[in-house]
Every structure is written in structure tokens, then in C-alpha cells.
């Protein structure tokens, strides 16, 4: 029976369109162990499979969700992009806890949320204190296992997901690779593709409480 429920999984995802998620959403897709995807966003990805299920949401007023045994929520955006701190909030902080608490009142036993390096509800940098505050409100939900990534700077082709680039980025990149043996391997770049299958892992794993993996442990995975 065991064997039967964990091949038959269904997942949820937001965030299927930005860099991490869009790389879940093809793991996802593609693993035996999962049934069926149910995808949440504005618009759907630009991806048609037999198992994908895509549902048009408002982060802002979440209705009912479908049933589902795991749920991946990555979700989220820049100060700059947003346009205010109160905007960067919505998406980081609230969209995040809506999908999940509607996605545990759907059913789901399992969390993977893509978070931050340096989040903490202490901080005095905005940006990591409401990835911190996030962190706290989605683990306390009542999932038997949360899973909470923060990786380092992210690599991936953001033009063609028609996102805007991020200022100095390229630079860094460049000389993050450049000094990768000297680098503590939490700071180093890390791939979405890396982010997306530690996740994934970890959230299969399954295992009961909180954990919280840096980008050391993801690129190990």
C-alpha cells in the first residue's frame, strides 16, 4: 500500500514560469512517482503534458485548492521589480503563506518553499527579514514536513523567461565562478536546475519536522 500511495503523488506548484520553477515543474513532469501536477499562476507555462493541470489563481484572494499530497511554492520577486517594499511583501511574504495554508487545507502533508540566503525574521535587512517571516509562518501551518531551500545568487536565463535582469548580476556571476575553489560552498553561484532536483529530494524524502537547506547541501545533492 505504501509503495502505491508514493507512485501516485499529486503535487501543486507556484511559480512555474520563474527560474526554479519552471526547472520543478519539468522534474515534476517527468517523475513516475507523481500522477499529476496542478500548476498556480497568472498565466499558465508554456508547457503541455498529460499530468499538467493548470489553474489561472489570484495570489491576493485564494479560492479552494485541488487535492494534493505535496505542494512547491516558488514564488518570488525583487524590491526593484515590485516597485515598493509593500509590493516585494505581497509576493514574498503573503502570496507565499496564502498558497500554502490553502494548499494544507487541501490536503497536503508536504512543503517545499524556495526562500533565501540570510533569511530571518530578525534581520535588519528587509529583504531577508520578510524571507525570514515567511519561513516562520509556513512552518507553522501543521504540514508534517517543511521543506525551506535558501540558496545562494541563482544562475539561470532569465531573458527567456522575459524577466528583467538584475543589476550587477552578470558581474557577480562572472567573478563568483571565477573564485569558486575560494569560495565557502553556501556562497557559491548554484544552479536552478540544483535548487529544483534538492528540493524535489527533500520533499520526497518526506522527513517530519523543518528543514532548512543551504546552498552547500544543495549542490552536494
Do not use: W
Not at 571565477?178 to 548554484?190: M, Q
Amino acid at each position: 500500500m505504501k509503495l502505491e500511495r508514493a507512485s501516485g503523488r499529486t503535487a501543486l506548484l507556484a511559480g512555474a514560469t520563474g527560474l526554479v520553477g519552471r526547472e520543478l515543474l519539468a522534474l515534476l513532469l517527468a517523475d513516475p512517482r507523481c500522477r499529476a501536477v496542478h500548476v498556480l499562476g497568472r498565466r499558465a507555462p508554456p508547457v503541455s503534458h498529460p499530468k499538467l493541470h493548470c489553474h489561472t489563481v489570484d495570489f491576493a484572494r485564494m479560492g479552494p485548492l485541488p487535492a494534493a499530497d505535496d505542494v512547491f511554492v516558488a514564488l518570488g520577486t525583487t524590491i526593484k521589480v515590485a516597485g515598493s517594499q509593500q509590493a516585494f511583501r505581497a509576493v514574498d511574504f503573503d502570496a507565499v503563506l496564502a498558497v500554502a495554508k490553502a494548499a494544507r487545507a487541501a490536503g497536503a502533508s508536504r512543503l517545499g518553499v524556495v526562500s533565501a540566503m540570510g533569511a530571518s525574521a530578525r534581520s535588519s535587512v528587509f529583504y531577508n527579514r520578510v524571507k525570514g517571516e515567511m519561513e516562520d509562518a509556513v512552518s507553522r501551518l501543521g504540514y508534517n514536513s517543511v521543506v525551506l531551500a535558501r540558496p545562494s545568487l541563482i544562475e539561470g536565463d532569465r531573458r527567456a523567461l522575459q524577466q528583467p535582469g538584475r543589476a550587477g548580476e552578470g558581474m557577480a556571476l562572472k567573478a563568483m565562478r571565477a573564485l569558486a575553489p575560494l569560495i565557502p560552498a553556501n556562497y557559491r553561484v548554484i544552479g536552478a536546475d540544483q535548487v529544483a532536483r534538492a528540493l524535489l529530494a527533500a520533499v520526497q524524502d518526506g522527513k517530519p519536522g523543518t528543514r532548512v537547506m543551504l546552498s552547500g547541501e544543495m549542490l552536494a545533492a
